[in-house]
């Protein structure tokens, strides 16, 4: 018999700091760089198992928390390795972000920021880490 689908489920996520819509906070050497301090901390138990999954808004805009559980489930059981689930996250983000008619995110934090139908991805540069606890 084989083993029974790993229950997967979204434990926690950071808040995303923006200045305002579509204005995240960036760090770097320029001007108006914002510094680590001005990051947020947080810190949560994990157990063995546990999958974590880090990621860009490249990422975040363009791929709901539902296409990761079921992209993450799916790699899961057919035996992939974290790297490759990292791969997987990044392409999906990708080609979200390509589809003009796709509904992401980003498409739907839009239409309720600027009170407008916006539709389809949103091109960014997409970083994705995967680990296994």
């Known amino acids: 018999m084989p083993a ?14 923006e200045h ?11 001007q108006y760089a914002n510094s680590p301090q001005d990051a947020d901390l ?8 546990d999958i974590i999954i880090m990621g ?9 928390e539902l296409e990761m559980v ?4 799916q790699l899961t059981q057919s035996g992939a390795r974290p790297g490759a689930m990292a791969q997987q996250l990044a392409k999906l983000a990708f080609d979200n972000s390509v ?29 994705v880490l995967v680990a296994v606890v």
Do not use: W
């Open 56 to 64: 860009s808004d490249g990422l975040l805009d363009n791929v709901s």
């Open 4 to 17: 029974a689908a790993p229950q997967l489920r979204i434990k926690f996520r950071t808040n995303q700091l």
């Open 42 to 49: 947080a810190t949560l138990p994990v157990a063995s198992g």
């Open 99 to 127: 589809d003009k008619k796709r509904s992401t995110p980003y498409s739907r934090a839009a239409t309720e920021a600027f009170d407008m139908v916006y539709s389809g991805g949103k091109p960014d540069d997409i970083t």
């Open 20 to 30: 305002e819509f579509g204005c995240p906070y960036q760090l770097g050497h320029h």
């Open 70 to 73: 079921q992209q993450v489930k």
